[in-house]
């Protein structure tokens, strides 16, 4: 089997991919619908797979039909994950491929490694999309299938096959940057998977084929919350407690070379779980201002990279103050910074459930939590139009609407 062809899709009829900022109109963006992933968070097993606790699957879904609803209400196009993957799935190599992606031999063993690439192969494309999104256990995987040692000895609940309940994330996953796409080669096991994922709906989905690639998904970790296209041309990138040095410097080396930016500014963050992505503290509302946790507003500072033009290779200088690294960078006389200025105790808590982490729909125009009174307040009285959305379930992931969100076209400023 199995392979079905995809239904014709009228590819020419959608906005060309793009993105050479973090606030250019929205065109088109990648969602992911939470499904049975979700379903298999327990409180065994949610620490390691980066939840904080076990969402009301129906509710998280509701909560992001809404977010999708209203990205959809401003004009973009919302392709979501589990179709796109359908889709390339159609594509007979992606089939073949995906059963290498999901099979760990040195865990489940060569016996079962075998049976269960087999069992895989012969699965539709959407029931193949399911178990690649969702995973599998002992128990659902066909009793005739691999009666080996791995198999009796462990128990029907464990998988055979991860979840990745964090492909809701998809900013982390891949970045546009101007008209190439970079898969992110993420840090935690947890999420490594989901590389591959991204790497055949990128191959094999006809709406990304003439696509071209930034980066490599193997260099070292990058994840999309830590980076930021502040303007076109320049990109801060945060290193913390996922994307490393190395991968910041990877992903500048590439961008340089593809001619993508001219200033890549490299900002160390914390490496705690409240900031493990850059865009947990950092967000830009509008073409010159950002709102930031005030906790690191006069702390934050950044090292400049630039094509060293000898050498072909990278020239970093610093460490200088982020604001005014990044003003120079985009050529403005200041970066305004509406700090979420509450008491701190405050702002902490808003941090936390991603007050933050807004995504643009359009200059001046951002998507937030609806929970986050206070810094949707101090938005708004800055002018930023504040589109609410629910996130009591979606949350418990530690993601707010810009991690759940990867922008592939954004008209031009
Ligand atoms: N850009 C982001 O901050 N993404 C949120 C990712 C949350 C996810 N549970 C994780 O720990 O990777």
Redesign the pocket.
């Known amino acids: 089997m199995t392979a079905q062809p995809a239904p014709d899709l009228a590819v020419h009829d959608l906005p060309a991919p793009r993105v050479d900022s973090e606030v250019g109109p929205l065109r088109a963006v990648l969602l992911h619908r939470p499904g049975d992933e979700l379903r298999r968070l327990t409180p065994r097993n949610n620490d390691q797979l980066?939840?904080d606790s076990i969402p009301w699957v129906d509710r998280a879904q509701e909560e992001h039909d809404a977010f999708a609803r209203i990205l959809e209400s401003r004009e973009a196009d919302v392709l979501l994950l589990g179709d796109a993957l359908v889709t390339a799935l159609a594509d007979e190599r992606a089939h073949a491929a995906a059963a290498d992606t999901a099979v760990d031999r040195r865990r489940v063993g060569h016996e079962l490694a075998d049976a269960l690439s087999s069992h895989l192969s012969t699965l539709d494309n959407q029931a193949l999309a399911d178990v690649l999104m969702a995973g599998m256990t002992f128990e659902e995987l066909p009793a005739a299938e691999g009666a080996s040692l791995v198999r009796k000895m462990h128990h029907p609940h464990d998988f055979v096959v991860d979840p990745l309940?964090?492909l809701l994330?998809t900013?982390?996953s891949s970045v546009w940057i101007g008209n190439r796409v970079a898969i992110a080669s993420l840090a935690?096991p947890?999420?490594k998977r989901e590389t591959a994922l991204m790497d055949l709906i990128y191959a094999y989905h006809p709406r990304f084929r003439a696509a071209g690639r930034a980066y490599g998904a193997h260099s070292a970790p990058v994840?999309?919350?830590?980076v930021l296209l502040l303007a076109p041309g320049v990109l801060a990138i945060g290193v913390g407690d996922?994307t490393t040095p190395a991968g910041a410097e990877s992903l500048a080396r590439s961008a340089f070379a593809d001619g993508l930016v001219h200033t890549v500014l490299a900002v160390p963050i914390a490496q705690d779980?409240a900031t493990?992505?850059l865009?947990?503290v950092c967000t830009m509302v509008d073409q010159d201002a950002v709102v930031m946790y005030p906790a690191v507003r006069d702390t934050l500072v950044a090292y400049p990279l630039r094509p060293d033009e000898d050498s072909g290779g990278v020239r970093v200088s610093g460490p200088v103050p982020f604001l005014d690294a990044a003003a120079q960078a985009m050529g403005i006389d200041r970066l305004r910074v509406i700090d979420t200025g509450l008491d701190a105790v405050t702002a902490e808590r808003e941090q936390w459930d991603?007050g933050n982490?807004t995504l643009a729909v359009a200059p001046g125009v951002v998507v937030a939590y609806e929970r986050n009174v206070e810094t949707n307040a101090r938005l708004e009285e800055a002018g930023i139009e504040v589109l609410r959305i629910g996130g009591s379930e979606l949350g418990t992931?530690?993601?707010?609407p810009?991690?759940m969100s990867c922008p592939i076209t954004r008209d031009r400023l």
Do not use: K, Q, S
Not at 223 to 226: R, S, Y
Not at 397 to 400: A, C, E, L, T
């Open positions: 980066l939840f309940p964090n994330f900013r982390d935690l947890a999420r994840e999309g919350g830590d996922r779980r493990m992505h865009d947990t991603d982490n992931g530690r993601g707010g810009r991690c």
